[in-house]
């Protein structure tokens, strides 16, 4: 009996601290999405004093229309763009590397895997100063060549990469090489087509690094026609500091899309990043 | 002869490797030394012409003599204690809460997981709003419990507690994933059997979950360090390293010197100076980390 209740009593405080995390988790988004549909005097006026009609969404749709005036729209295609080329190219840069890893031994492999992977764990905002120098030196700043092509090799996607295609049957290479493909056409024809749920995550990461990318695009990129959807959002919350109902329908805008394409896609985004299959 | 050499075998992997390998060095590798070498020329702007020098290291002398950069290193002193095991002791005990079973747990899981679909700059415009002293959901919040309306970002005092809660709360879910990842992969039969020999959830936790998680944990741990080491997006769109100086960590200072004051010597003085000590913090963590792992397995 005793032990019943302190049975029950656990699973209520479970629950009540799972509840509080929630709320500290989610109202922030969820007040950013319910205001991005009101006036102004209508946001001030509901949270001081705390009113419960905060949390419940308006129906304006004023504050969308309005940053699309200030270019928003811009910025959603140019950040689309970018993220799709970075897609495209950083698949193909980062398979190929991970099929030599995966599928050759040859001098100084193990050396410059552990030197990829070890140059990613240096923060990629320490080096955005001497990047933003580099750039400037070699003539791509302020160009989409500077806010795309640093940012394709990634030593995480190539470390996927080379785990998948380790797992791939040698017989069935060899084979192929046998009927005269190409090492080329092995790793194109055979392996990549192999390989759809890790391409997938590792484009779904490659997309979201592009997507919430803000430190680089904002010092390589200055020139308004090249602004990506966070710096905007940054450049809103200085310069349109009192209109809060349009900061949070940009925060809504560019937090929604990843997102729904993590939940969408939520066992290959896991499996990508922490290098675990999900069940 | 062009065509034999593409044949050979000993390329292949070589020609695979190329263009990754030569992004990396080129953009990864590269500028660690364009920003250590920067660090010793000083440029001036007389009569608008730019003019470089090699001064060897006397971009560094100004800067230890300068009262901002120690006040800076101070202030990123007192971050790193703080955010990363605070950030870590809560990852965990979320991972764990987060392993009981329950009809909801997928849900409660994804929910969690929010934060990390949403972007640092957007975390901090919308908590940036949270915390308005005036008109921010927060206070609203605490006045339903009698508390005063605090100052958060504009006060002194409150301002790096602020940028903290709003880092931990987009880092806290990141980490967690891995954490979560890693305890999915210990074998149950180990807590089945830790059942029947009478441990207790502490036990439990303390003798199997915490050492089979000794590697995740290592890595979170570094990862999040060299994260929050150079955490300056709050800053840079917030505070401004302010009010009075209390959130201008060392890499906000870098920052600073460089796009405000074009000041490019001791922006990356600052940056190599930050560079060098990440490398040396991760390097003690590895170590200290490393070393414990024999007795605790025993």
């Known amino acids: ?279 | 002869m062009f065509n034999n050499f593409f044949k050979r075998q000993w390329v292949v992997p070589y020609l695979f490797l190329a263009p990754a390998l030569l992004a990396t060095i080129a953009f990864k590798l590269y500028p660690i030394f364009i920003g250590l070498w920067e660090s010793l020329i000083y440029t001036s702007f007389g009569g608008g012409v730019e003019k470089r020098s090699f001064v060897w290291f006397e971009n560094y002398q100004y800067l230890f003599d300068d009262p901002l950069f120690w006040q800076s290193l101070k202030i990123t002193s007192i971050l790193t204690i703080i955010i990363n095991p605070f950030q870590i002791a809560l990852s965990l005990g979320l991972a764990l809460l987060l392993m009981r079973k329950s009809k909801f747990i997928r849900v409660i899981r994804s929910l969690y997981l929010l934060p990390i679909g949403v972007a640092l700059p957007i975390a901090t415009v919308v908590w940036g709003l949270m915390l308005d002293p005036y008109q921010g959901l927060a206070n609203g919040f605490l006045g339903v419990f009698g508390i005063p309306p605090q100052p958060f970002l504009i006060s002194e005092d409150q301002a790096l507690w602020s940028i903290i809660a709003i880092a931990t709360w987009k880092g806290v879910a990141f980490w967690m994933l891995f954490l979560l990842a890693g305890m999915e992969e210990i074998p149950t039969q180990y807590y089945e059997a830790a059942k029947i020999d009478g441990a207790r959830p502490f036990e439990k936790f303390r003798f199997i979950t915490l050492p089979l998680l000794k590697r995740t944990i290592l890595f979170v741990f570094v990862a999040d360090t060299a994260t929050n080491f150079v955490l300056m997006v709050p800053m840079i769109i917030l505070t401004k390293g302010g009010p009075m100086q209390s959130t201008n960590v060392l890499a906000f200072e870098a920052y600073r010197s460089g796009f405000y004051y074009q000041d490019w010597g001791r922006s990356l003085s600052i940056i190599s100076i930050l560079t060098i000590i990440s490398l040396i913090v991760i390097g003690l963590q590895l170590l200290f980390l490393g070393e414990n792992k024999e007795d605790r397995v025993k």
């Not at chain 1, 785990?163 to 194109?188: C, H, N, T």
């Open chain 1, 1 to 279: 009996m005793i032990k019943h209740i302190s049975k029950n009593w656990s699973i209520y405080a479970w629950y009540f601290i799972i509840l509080i995390g929630l709320i500290i988790t989610i109202a922030p988004f969820w007040w950013a999405l319910a205001s991005s549909f009101k006036d102004n005097v209508t946001i001030f006026a509901e949270v001081a004093p705390f009113s419960f009609w905060s949390m419940v969404p308006g129906t304006s749709l004023d504050p969308y229309y309005g940053i699309f005036q200030k270019g928003f729209g811009k910025a959603m295609v140019n950040t689309f763009f970018v993220s799709v080329v970075s897609v495209i190219g950083g698949i193909i840069i980062n398979s190929m590397a991970g099929f030599a890893f995966a599928q050759f031994r040859f001098k100084g492999d193990n050396i410059l895997f552990g030197f990829i992977l070890l140059s990613f764990a240096v923060p990629a905002d320490a080096i955005a100063i001497p990047l933003f120098k580099m750039m400037r030196q070699i003539g791509w700043f302020d160009t989409y060549y500077a806010l795309i092509i640093p940012m394709l090799a990634n030593g995480i996607i190539i470390f996927l990469f080379r785990q998948f295609f380790i797992g791939i049957p040698k017989e069935l290479m060899e084979a192929a090489r046998v009927d005269g493909l190409s090492w080329f056409g092995v790793y194109w024809k055979i392996c990549m087509p192999l390989s759809r749920p890790v391409t997938l995550g590792a484009g779904l990461l490659l997309f979201v690094f592009q997507w919430e990318s803000f430190l680089w695009p904002l010092i390589a990129a200055p020139s308004p026609d090249l602004h990506l959807i966070q710096v905007v959002l940054a450049r809103f919350s200085t310069e349109y500091a009192p209109i809060w109902n349009q900061q949070f329908a940009a925060s809504t805008i560019a937090g929604l899309l990843p997102l729904i394409f993590i939940y969408l896609f939520q066992k290959q985004f896991v499996s990508a990043l922490t290098g675990v299959e999900q069940k």
